[in-house]
């Protein structure tokens, strides 16, 4: 007699079994519980990945992108197979440091009705920190990290898919804003800590640094015109460019200024798109939204000797 799936665990991957292979290692111990399934979706891998997974992890319920189709677009097929009552969703390069976390996440859902979706306590490092002391306690706030969370699958029914087309990045204030149209609730959870096995500081190194760069700039100014109250609109985009000016160009980086020309020829594409899914923020609404706690987006241990 199969047994109803109460928590699925999300994982999309493209190119990095080393990661991959540590995070599944990292998790058994939850793979191994009768209450949670795990779906991966392989995103157009050309490594080993898929072989890996078909023979050490027979149980992981796999599905393939033939073509790369972008971090979003995969998540929203990975959501789409979700059965059960929860859907917790990480990235290939992340792991649960919290022994419980499944308890500690069940129990957060039961005693508000109202959350959606709860934040993990995320601690962004190649290492594990040395001390999980924290002394947060469960918020309210606006919206969420990507890399590590966890969904009411009712709350996920209840609005739009992810949106595809920002193709990486804003996806995660996407749903923080539909979600607040509707009445659901984004909390942060401290209480489950999460390791993202990510030097930040060496990401500017990285190749795909600027094109990093154009996308996040770019899926701000998507969620302005899609969310923002007209009014607004104008002053959050001059001031947008204005810091990408200052910081960056200004200072010598002069490929910052190609990566704001090529983002406002990308938000010009997508004018369509805007139109058609946009669900502005009435003058109150956007008030009460401001009005929440930031997104928790790092933890920081003060003892990490």
């Known amino acids: 007699m199969s047994i109803k799936k109460k928590f699925s665990i999300l994982i ?49 319920q796999l599905i393939q992108n033939p073509v790369s189709k972008g971090l979003i677009y995969s998540r929203n097929r990975l959501m789409s197979l979700v059965t059960s009552e929860y859907a917790i ?51 309210r706030m606006k ?8 969904w009411r699958m009712d709350a996920w029914q209840d609005i739009p898919d992810y949106p595809s087309w920002f193709v990486f990045y804003g996806e995660e204030d996407f749903a923080s804003y539909q979600l607040f149209k509707n009445k659901w609730e984004v909390h942060y959870l401290p209480e489950v800590l999460v390791n993202h096995r990510v030097d930040i500081k060496s990401r500017k190194n990285n190749a795909d640094y600027y094109i990093r760069q154009r ?26 460019i204005w810091i990408q000016l200052k910081t960056k160009v200004f200072k010598g980086d002069l490929k910052a200024l190609v990566v704001i020309i090529l983002a406002a020829f990308d938000l010009f594409w997508a004018i369509p798109k805007i139109i058609k899914y946009s ?23 003060k003892n990490n000797i």
């Not at 191994?32 to 157009?44: F, Q, T």
């Not at 109250?229 to 002053?235: Q, T, V």
Request: hydrophobic fraction near 30%; charge should be negative.
């Open 89 to 139: 969703s990480i990235d290939d390069d992340l792991h649960f440091i919290t022994q419980n976390p499944l308890e500690i996440i069940e129990n957060a859902f039961r005693q508000n009705s109202k959350i959606g979706l709860l934040g993990f306590r995320i601690f962004w490092n190649p290492e594990e920190p040395k001390t999980t002391i924290c002394n947060e306690v469960s918020h």
């Open 143 to 150: 919206s969420f990290v990507g890399c590590g969370n966890v």
């Open 279 to 301: 669900n502005r923020l009435s003058l109150e609404e956007y008030r009460d939204y401001n009005n929440l706690m930031d997104t928790k987006l790092y933890w920081h241990p």
């Open 215 to 240: 996308r996040s700039l770019r899926s701000g100014w998507y969620l302005y015109f899609l969310f923002y109250p007209i009014r607004y609109i104008p002053k959050k985009i001059m001031y947008s």
């Open 12 to 60: 999309t991957t493209k190119n990095r079994l080393n990661d991959l292979s540590f995070t599944l290692k990292k998790i058994q111990f939850l793979l191994d519980r009768k209450e949670v399934d795990c779906i991966i979706c392989d995103d157009g891998s050309t490594d080993e990945t898929v072989s890996y997974i078909k023979e050490n992890y027979p149980d992981i």
